[in-house]
């Protein structure tokens, strides 16, 4: 399974654009890449899935690069209700029910 | 409203009790999972139903069995258990499919208190 790391914790203000990193360097061919947003006392939601390049919804961009080593979550201008823990998952397709979080990414947005 | 129900939000029960968390998916998904999230530690995969078959059971200690009688529906089942299990169940659902998986949806959760 594809091991990730990501930064344990990161200030913002609100109005910033956040760009979070996650490191998953034994990514497997088959591997999806995941994002889930987590607030206290509250099961994850999910935010964004890609596989390679880019991909953008509603609420965020998904970068990832040809060697798919990494991906950037972007938040664009974010408000003092996107303070949360931030999760990057890496799937492996073929063995789909096989997703472990890691310690997240604490986000805090200041005023 | 999540699409994915789980009861009790909250429970506090003594080590010789026997309790049963619930949850509920309203989303057609064919995949269910547990989750146990404690303080300051990643959340941890318990068990895995794709299809009502249990295809993933992590090390979990006996006094944890879960039963999944249809693909809506998944319950935890609890008994003997020690204060180190107070935690945070969490129960998902996904659309598992040879392309992949889109994604779990999760509830809200139950805060357990072990006394």
């Known amino acids: 399974l594809a091991k990730t790391t990501q930064p344990i914790s990161m200030d913002s203000y609100e109005g910033q654009e956040v760009n979070i990193t996650c490191s998953h360097n034994n990514i497997a061919t088959n591997d999806y890449i995941t994002w889930y947003q987590q607030f206290p006392s509250q099961g994850p939601r999910f935010i964004i899935q890609?596989?390679?390049t880019k991909v953008t919804n509603e609420v965020a961009s998904l970068f990832i690069p040809a060697d798919r080593k990494s991906s950037t979550l972007s938040l664009p201008r974010v408000s003092l209700s996107d303070t949360a823990v931030y999760y990057c998952l890496v799937g492996d397709q073929n063995n789909f029910n096989k997703f472990y979080f890691g310690s997240g990414t604490k986000l805090n947005v200041k005023p | 409203e999540t699409g994915v129900t789980q009861t009790p939000r909250h429970l506090v029960m003594g080590m010789t009790n026997k309790k049963s968390l619930k949850c509920e998916q309203h989303l057609g998904h064919n995949a269910m999972y547990w989750y146990k999230q404690s303080a300051k530690k990643p959340l941890e995969l318990m068990f895995v139903y794709n299809f009502k078959e249990q295809t993933e059971n992590n090390s979990v200690p006996s006094r944890f069995s879960p039963e999944c009688p249809n693909s809506s529906h998944l319950f935890l089942h609890l008994h003997t258990l020690q204060p180190e299990d107070s935690a945070l169940y969490l129960c998902a659902s996904s659309q598992a499919s040879s392309t992949g998986v889109y994604g779990y949806t999760f509830g809200s959760g139950t805060r357990l208190t072990v006394v």
């Open positions: 890609g596989y390679k």
